[in-house]
């Protein structure tokens, strides 16, 4: 069973900086994709940014040019630099991971880390 462990939230002031990590207890290298959701209260989670196995990123628009999502495969680690940020980026943050096998697909969640944007 891998493990997902995420880690860098808190409480920052519109405007500041996060970096989130998220350490995988087993080699990223290989998997198909490495992903950061976050779910507000009273919302449904969603899909914030991705990194294929080939680097690919992916950005939900309304973070665009403000996270950037990377991968350190040698720490076995995804981050997700969060910068401008705004109230609305307050939510639960979870990494997941997908491997791809014979079998198809398998999601690895984390348990979530908390950002919260205020004043």
Known sequence: QVQVVESGGGLVQPGGSLRLSCAASTSITGLYSM??????????????????????????????GRFTI???NAKNTVYLQMNSLKPEDTAIYYCNLVSRGPSG???????????TVSS
């Open 35 to 64: 992903d950061w959701y976050r779910q507000a209260p009273g919302k449904e989670r969603e899909l914030v940014a991705a990194i294929s196995g080939t680097g690919r990123t992916n950005y939900q628009q309304s973070v665009k």
């Open 70 to 72: 990377s991968r350190d």
């Open 105 to 115: 697909y398998r999601d690895y969640w984390g348990q979530g880390t908390q950002v």
